[in-house]
């Protein structure tokens, strides 16, 4: 039922994103629409952020921690007192194109509006029209908990100037309309270039370098390019698909906030929809960077890391690195495993991470939190190991960057 | 007064094996399910990491997974003339505690019942006539056929994903299985696991001898397996910390790596831990359940209201709610009338261990698992003819290198010092060299062993401790010794310079673990006034009540219990949603 009715959105939005502008329904309790706009939430993952854990959806936030302070994402139901209950359809489309809300508040990109300003009109009035049908949840939030000068939202006028400018979304004419609309979503909706495009100094996009990861929130979120060692270019479509769709495939399972991502947003789209975010990704092929020699297999860093691996890692993720599909990934041409920045990998080793649960993969295995017995000597040893054994190559890890990452970890703690 | 809360369709006490089978399957069916589990909330990912999964002194010898003997134990006593003591350290056997339940710490091996298992008693009367079956030896039929087990020991097998080779396939006897087996519609899920080279030259002198040796089906997993849930598990490394440990590889079937997972994500199941059910509720006709009383951790007590209501705890506590609730007539040992408490069995294990020269011989039994080895089934229940044996029953006879625990493994042939250099010495040289076949051995019900409530004995809620009164009784002492004497032959020829025999003896004792696989007391069986369940695992008394365990097994075989548990956990499921549902009442009319 539920399928079906997504089939039927996705197909609407399919011919809405070919740009051609249909006429707005007028009718606000027209069930098409709010489940097209509950679609459009989905995709964009609005929850992710403005719901806490086992609370009410869109009542408000956790705090997210931004490398300029902390930022809570507010409550979205239409609670007159407390939500958006007085607000109109153009302040939220105002918000979203534009960063500006109600009353000409200056938003933080927090709220990924450099994004969100290529939706539709179409994609807006759906999502506002849906949310009115929320049930309205009194819960203030104080989105704004930057320490000064950060918490002047004026500012943000001048970063806009900087580094932000309202665009519509533009459909490279060239190519096919399951890549325009894979290119729609990644953009726009999904969002994506949030956690895997590097920043700048001031936090903004650095689209020179569009999806070819970042860190973010003591995360490395990976490059998810068509590049063959750092990124998924080794993937084809069906198994990126299966991999948003299930949270697994045949490398890899999702975890840290892909897991949130795959969870609430991605598992619940449309197979077409997540084909075309997949047509589109590994379409995107930045210059392969030279990719360094692995570490020579007698180098001290190996043997170390070797003898690491082979007492706690190896029953798991196998002597070649092949892991176990669906359930230990495989760390041989694993683009995490031999990106330039292995927060990631340190955090996995030191801390642990369980991968998402879906409908279609529920086992949900964890890698187990190994820094309570490792030293970081021990983790800098054997992820080196990884990242240049079975054919990887990385620059090795040193003792001071698991330090880093082990005093992060501890902090957010 | 128990504060009452909301009305369920089902609840189920205990969630182990048989509580999440039914539980999901019931679930499936759009029931709303609530499970009630005494011990604490246990999973892979959160409770069983690598690092510290296989710590002996945390799960062998301080059992941090086993039952409390605080929270409840037992009473034991060898004959009804003796006075019974409680137990205060669980030793004999170890009930679990805790979601999974005893599934969490079990070894693995997954048998399937024989077909002469289900119609014992007629079985042994066609055989060799109604006289050889001694006066006190109160083994019955169970009420069903093997035919009628085979599609459910199918559904637990591919839900386990065991691991092992079919040695009759409809009919077909196959090469490497067990030629003794019933017809399986299918092959194992999975292939047999690798062998190590103690089972390796156990199953070459057994096959020299002209025995059939086979690989022990293993719900350790020979592979990387998805089940038909979609639950995904690991396959084993050997690292040799299966019994009394949880996996950390999601490699050993359990509740937690094949069931859970997809029971949790249901909207319409909900699971309450560290509940302890008090007792089973009956309305004023005693012959309809209206749900249960239980205490939380805060000590209040709550009434849970169902239209259903299945046992599904520990065998042990399965009998106990019964006996509590009122449901069926007590077993009177005096008369032999009644039926609850009746038939309790356990199993024989006998083992002999074989001590090799250290200069040819090692068996790095290092590399093990609970389930991993080779067998033969020769010596096993009705497989040799009895006629001239004065005895009934046999066992399953494996070798099952299950791993070498470094405080409690302490292999030294007989006549070595207790301690100093001379043990020293005979601790290195018989370590790597020295290897056990085992034969777990049938158990068949006598008069005089039972159940009861202990008269004097309460647990820390002031219910009265479950009483155990049994021996190993004559029958299964003779074959015992007998099985034993053929075990010894193999492992001679296997090259041993020593081979150490030691066949179960009585008095049975409480200290030495011997198997968690105790069994009956709340027989199944087609007739009343020999059990407590009709063969679809329903009260004959209140038709609302089911008991889903090893509780159920009229006696036991010489195989282990858990594939037998399992597939009777599937068939108790489909009685119910095929039929109890469309009409609840009794489902056999006797």
């Known amino acids: ?413 | 007064m128990a504060r009452k809360l909301p009305h369920k369709d089902v609840v189920i006490v205990g969630l182990g094996w048989t509580g999440s089978i039914i539980a999901n399957e019931l679930c499936d069916e759009g029931l709303d399910v609530v499970a009630l589990e005494r011990g604490p909330w246990r999973d892979t990912a959160t409770d069983f990491n690598i690092g510290y999964a296989p710590d002996e002194l945390r799960y062998n010898s301080r059992q941090e997974l086993m039952l409390r003997p605080a929270q409840t134990t037992v009473t034991a006593r060898n004959n009804a003339g003796q006075t019974a003591l409680p137990m205060r350290q669980f030793g004999s056997f170890h009930p679990g505690n805790g979601v999974g339940g005893a599934g969490v710490h079990w070894a693995g091996i997954t048998w399937r019942f024989s077909p002469a298992d289900f119609r014992l008693r007629s079985h042994f009367t066609e055989r060799y006539g109604a006289q050889v079956i001694p006066d006190d030896m109160t083994i019955q039929d169970w009420g069903l056929t093997y035919e009628d087990m085979e599609p459910y020991y199918d559904k637990f097998e591919y839900l386990a994903g065991v691991s092992g080779k079919a040695g009759n396939l409809n009919g077909q006897i196959q090469d490497g299985g067990n030629p003794f087996e019933g017809p399986r519609k299918r092959e194992f899920p999975n292939p047999p696991m690798m062998q190590t080279y103690g089972p390796t030259l156990f199953a070459e002198a057994a096959a020299k001898m002209g025995y059939k040796p086979f690989p022990i089906p293993s719900s350790l997993l020979s592979r990387t397996y998805t089940n038909p849930l979609g639950v995904t598990m690991g396959q084993c490394t050997f690292c040799g910390f299966c019994t009394n440990y949880g996996c950390a590889n999601y490699s050993k079937a359990s509740a937690q790596t094949t069931v859970l997972p997809v029971l949790m994500r249901k909207s319409n199941f909900e699971l309450r831990t560290l509940c302890e059910v008090l007792k089973v509720n009956l309305d004023s006709t005693g012959k309809k359940a209206t749900g249960v009383t239980y205490v939380d951790t805060s000590g209040e007590e709550l009434e849970q209201t169902a239209d259903l209501v299945i046992l599904c705890a520990f065998m042990l506590d399965n009998v106990r709610l019964m006996l509590l609730s009122g449901i069926g007539k007590p077993y009177d040992v005096s008369t032999g009338t009644g039926v609850v408490g009746r038939n309790f069995c356990y199993q024989m294990a006998n083992q002999v261990v074989g001590f090799f020269d250290p200069a040819k011989y090692n068996f790095n039994n290092f590399i093990g698992g609970g389930a991993t080895g080779m067998a033969i089934d020769e010596l096993n229940n009705d497989n040799f003819d009895h006629g001239p044996l004065g005895f009934l029953g046999g066992g399953s006879t494996r070798c099952a290198p299950i791993g070498a625990e470094p405080i409690s493994k302490r292999p030294t042939p007989p006549g070595t010092p207790a301690w100093g250099s001379g043990w020293k010495k005979a601790m290195r040289d018989s370590y790597l060299s020295n290897l056990s076949v085992g034969c777990e051995a049938s158990s068949y019900a006598n008069r005089g062993n039972f159940l009861d409530l202990d008269p004097t004995y309460t647990d820390r809620l002031g219910r009265p401790l479950m009483r155990i009164t049994f021996d190993f009784p004559e029958n299964d002492v003779k074959m015992s010794a007998y099985v034993t004497k053929k075990v010894g032959e193999i492992v001679r020829a296997m090259g041993a310079q020593q081979a150490v025999e030691y066949p179960r003896t009585g008095p049975w004792s409480t200290v030495p673990y011997q198997s968690t696989h105790v069994v009956g007391g709340t027989a199944m069986g087609a007739d009343p006034s020999t059990s407590v369940v009709n063969p679809y695992l329903q009260s004959w008394d209140v038709p609302n009540v089911f008991t889903v365990g090893a509780n159920v097994f009229p006696q036991n075989s010489g195989f282990n219990p858990t594939g037998t548990v399992g597939a009777l956990a599937f068939r108790a499921a489909d009685a119910i949603r095929s039929r109890y549902l469309k009409s609840p009442g009794p489902l056999v009319h006797a």
């Open chain 1, 1 to 413: 039922m539920t399928r079906t009715r997504l089939a039927i959105a996705a197909a609407l939005m399919v011919s809405a994103a070919s740009a051609v502008t249909t006429p707005a329904l007028a009718d606000d309790q027209d069930f098409t629409l709010i489940e097209r706009g509950r679609y459009v939430a989905t995709a964009a993952d609005c929850v992710a952020c403005h719901s806490l854990p086992g609370g009410k959806p869109y009542a408000g936030g956790a705090a997210l921690q931004t490398p300029f302070g902390m930022l809570v994402a507010p409550n979205i139901t239409p609670d007159r007192e407390t939500g958006i209950g007085n607000w109109t359809e153009e302040d939220l489309r105002r918000t979203l194109r534009e960063g500006i809300g109600r009353g000409g508040k200056r938003l933080y990109p927090a709220m990924p509006y450099p994004a969100y300003t290529r939706m539709t009109d179409d994609d807006i009035h759906a999502l506002w029209v849906y949310l009115q049908t929320l049930e309205p949840v009194s819960n203030a939030v104080e989105a704004n908990q930057l320490p000064f000068p950060f918490n002047i939202r004026l500012l943000m006028a001048g970063w806009n100037l900087l580094n932000f400018e309202p665009e519509n979304f533009k459909p490279n004419p060239q190519k096919s309309e399951e890549w325009n609309r894979g290119a729609y979503l990644v953009q726009a909706l999904g969002h994506c270039g949030t956690c895997h495009t590097p920043k700048s100094a001031l936090g903004a996009d650095d689209n020179d370098r569009a999806l070819q990861g970042a860190n973010l929130q003591a995360w490395y979120a990976p490059s998810i390019t068509a590049d063959k060692r750092q990124g998924i270019g080794n993937w084809s479509v069906d198994q990126l698909t299966a991999y948003l769709k299930t949270g697994a495939n045949h490398q890899s399972l999702a975890s840290g906030p892909m897991a949130e991502e795959i969870q609430n947003s991605s598992s619940k789209m449309t197979d077409a929809d997540l084909k075309a975010i997949a047509t589109y990704l590994l379409d995107q092929k930045p210059p392969e960077g030279k990719a360094p020699a692995p570490l020579a297999a007698d180098d001290a860093r190996m043997r170390t890391g070797g003898a690491v691996y082979t007492d706690t890692c190896m029953a798991c993720h196998g002597g070649d690195g092949k892991g176990q599909t669906f359930l230990f990934p495989t760390l041989a041409g694993s683009g995490l495993v031999q990106a330039d920045d292995p927060a990631t990998l340190i955090r996995l080793v030191l801390d642990g991470s369980r991968a998402v649960a879906t409908d279609d993969r529920p086992t949900g295995p964890a890698m187990p939190p190994l820094g309570w017995r490792l030293t970081d000597a021990d983790v800098a040893a054997v992820v080196t190991y990884i990242r240049n054994s079975w054919n990887n190559a990385a620059p090795p890890v040193s003792t001071g960057d698991v330090a880093k990452v082990r005093k992060t970890l501890a902090e957010a703690n």
